[in-house]
């Protein structure tokens, strides 16, 4: 690695935490299509079907290539299967795709050798490559661990030397639900056990003088992920190395859950300018995948452009930009500490919502069940949904019935002042507003700024009391890195003022970027409800991103996403959504399930929805929904119950990590895990509204 790049990375994780600035890797050769290096990032997915089904294989293949997938990885769970690869491959060499083949192997390094000299990758998982998982806690001395390290070399250095043979490259892929038991001994399942589970295989392979490696750190924990892809980039950079980074969130789940979770993992990755390929892991048709990836990646594309342009204006970026303050870690989870705002916002208390109602019909009190609480004219009261928003915003618009009293409502500062009744109501400030204005409230008091304004006159003289919360607002084309500028400069300057973190987003005509790929010619009402399909996912992708990037470190008291394109039911649910994700604020079940693939034992989706239609109103209980159990019981990381499929027709049940009922059939199942979740006083019946 040449050794300015290694000087300008050492002890941190990205080029800038205030410019985009990609991390260039290293170049890998995968049959045609290079990553890594200058190569744009590229788009990948994983085949669902049996690999013995040829054709559904190859037909399956083709769709993916055709929705974006620059490459196809397929599983070989044994010789037989990564035999199978050669035909699948020659029949799609025969019908026109070239696009390189990646072999997905968990324990059998005996298909591995024979799929590395078929495929263009492969893909080993270091928890299981040489290891069966037992659950050993084993205390080893360095002597030992390192024989431990030896006996893997002996079964791994066939592999490193066929694909040096075949120029076939390889994927290292650690799964934090897989870290074997030798790691998970010594580092626990951290993400510095992952990034030392991938560095022991990756050392190996350059003893071996084998360097065509791409390197991931999956999990289903969008925090853990991105912890542990920046720790990674440090330790490779501390030891010279620079290999192209695959990402990738592990059984995300289905529909919006799924995307967000994907974002908030991928996104922040590639906000920090990291990742040269990226997978979306959905439990949904493998071909569904490639259009969130690629609306994922394309954001970067423009940003790429804007900093080459900085670059040739002679606006040099900065070696790392600001710096982080010396309390913020980018590798372990802590929420900035801020002063509780009157009991509305801030402190210990879960990131706040907002949402702008300003537009809506303000004559009707139903208008509120987008906001979460449902209107009974009946009984005219109002009962609340588990998502609903703490503020909304109102602007200079009165309501014409009376809210619920637990729902604040903001208004412009100048609306608010000629409020005759102010309860439950609280001021909106501009900057200087706040400055001049005579009658502050003394409750809560929220003031518009940007992250340029912290450098300001007007920034020096604001009177900081406990009712001041600040509303970050930003039109930067990197907006997530200006709005973490701003947390770094409060945290230098020792202000724990709470900051709810502000982002809108226009899309304009989305359809129409569709219409050339479609051969029919859609009705004005199909256009309209593709366009809202596409504007909704973008919204969960960007916003995901945006503001899950900064949740994730820790930063930000509230939401506030402005769309006013999209119905309000969609932003509070996607708010809400991705302060579930983060793990910050939980109102709803969390579904771990995998995408499925070549060994799946059920329909995943069928299933997944059926499990779903029963079990969603569990708030904060998380369920693994997996295919198999080629990755132990761990897979399933932090789930609190697990439905996995372990035979035909048989289902295994797990609390937690352990077995709890095996091999049942899967006509009774569901029910049997609504009877373990009972049994352990954690059902409730779903609410009638
Ligand atoms: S858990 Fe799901 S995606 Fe993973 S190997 Fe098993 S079936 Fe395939």
């Not at 499990?611 to 132990?632: A, E, F, P, Q, W």
Request: aromatic content about 8%; proline content about 4%; hydrophobic content about 35%.
């Amino acid at each position: 690695m040449n050794t300015d790049a290694v000087k300008l990375l050492q002890g941190r994780y990205c080029n800038s935490l205030t410019e985009y600035s990609r991390f260039v890797t290293r170049e890998v050769n995968i049959g045609d299509v290079p990553m890594g290096g200058n190569n744009p990032i590229r788009i990948q997915s994983m085949t669902t079907t049996d690999t013995m089904d040829t054709i559904g294989t190859v037909e399956q293949s083709i769709r993916m290539v055709d929705a974006g997938c620059e490459y196809v990885r397929i599983t070989a769970p044994s010789i037989k299967e990564a035999k199978n690869l050669a035909e699948i491959k020659k029949q799609l060499r025969q019908r026109g795709y070239n696009v390189p083949l990646v072999a997905d192997i968990h324990f059998t390094p005996n298909a591995a050798e024979v799929a590395a000299r078929i495929v263009e990758k492969v893909r080993v998982n270091p928890g299981n490559y040489a290891d069966k998982k037992k659950f050993d806690q084993i205390d080893y001395t360095d002597l030992e661990y390192q024989g431990e390290l030896d006996r893997i070399y002996q079964k791994f250095a066939p592999l490193v030397n066929i694909c040096k043979e075949y120029g076939t490259a390889m994927r290292i892929g650690t799964n934090h639900g897989s870290l074997s038991d030798r790691i998970m001994s010594r580092y626990g399942d951290t993400p510095q056990g992952m990034v030392e589970s991938a560095m022991e295989f990756m050392r190996m392979c350059e003893t071996l003088n084998y360097y065509n490696l791409v390197i991931s750190m999956k999990s289903s924990n969008p925090q853990v992920m991105v912890q542990a892809y920046r720790l990674l980039v440090e330790t490779m950079v501390a030891e010279g190395m620079n290999y192209p980074l695959h990402l990738g969130v592990t059984e995300a789940g289905d529909g919006e859950d799924g995307r967000i979770k994907s974002a908030v993992g991928i996104g922040t990755l590639l906000e920090d300018g990291l990742g040269d390929t990226v997978r979306v892991s959905l439990t949904e048709e493998p071909e569904a995948e490639a259009p969130v990836a690629i609306e994922l990646v394309k954001r970067y594309v423009e940003r790429k452009a804007e900093s080459e342009k900085q670059k040739a204006e002679e606006k040099e970026l900065s070696a790392f930009g600001l710096q982080p303050s010396a309390s913020h870690s980018p590798y372990e989870y802590k929420k900035r500490h801020t002063y509780e705002a009157n009991a509305f916002i801030g402190g210990h208390m879960v990131p706040r919502v907002v949402l702008d109602l300003s537009k809506k019909n303000l004559k009707d009190a139903s208008i509120l069940n987008d906001a979460g609480y449902l209107y009974s004219p009946l009984l005219d009261k109002y009962n609340m949904a588990e998502q609903s928003v703490d503020f909304v915003y109102l602007a200079d618009e009165l309501p014409s019935f009376v809210f619920p009293s637990n729902l604040k409502q903001l208004y412009n500062y100048t609306t608010w002042q000629k409020l005759p009744d102010k309860t439950n109501c609280h001021p909106v400030f501009s900057l200087r507003e706040y400055l001049e204005a005579g009658n502050h409230s003394s409750a809560l008091n929220l003031v518009r700024i940007s992250p340029a304004d912290i450098d300001s006159d007007e920034f020096g003289s604001l009177p900081f009391d406990n009712s001041l919360v600040f509303v970050l607002e930003t039109t930067a084309l990197h907006g997530m890195a200006d709005q973490r500028g701003f947390f770094f400069k409060l945290e230098e300057l020792g202000l724990e003022v709470p900051v709810i973190v502000k982002r809108s987003y226009e899309f304009g005509v989305l359809s129409d970027e569709f219409e050339s790929q479609k051969s029919k010619v859609k009705s004005q009402n199909e256009r309209l409800t593709e366009d809202l399909e596409l504007k909704t996912q973008n919204l969960q992708l960007y916003a995901a991103t945006d503001l899950g990037a900064l949740l994730v470190d820790g930063f930000g008291d509230g939401i506030w996403i402005d769309a006013p394109e999209l119905p309000a039911n969609v932003i509070t649910s996607t708010a809400f959504g991705i302060l579930q994700a983060t793990r910050s604020r939980i109102s709803k079940t969390e579904y771990i399930s995998c995408p499925s693939c070549g060994r799946t034992l059920f329909d995943l989706m069928v299933t997944t929805q059926m499990i779903r239609s029963r079990t969603s109103h569990l708030k904060g209980l998380k369920i693994g929904i997996m295919g198999c159990i080629v990755n132990g019981p761990g897979e399933m990381a932090d789930a609190d119950y697990g439905y996995v499929g372990s035979g035909t027709d048989k289902i295994t049940l797990y609390r937690g990590k352990e077995a709890v009922k095996k091999n049942i059939s899967s006509a009774n199942a569901l029910d049997e895990l609504i009877g373990i979740i009972k049994e352990d006083g954690n059902w409730v019946e779903q609410e009638q509204v």
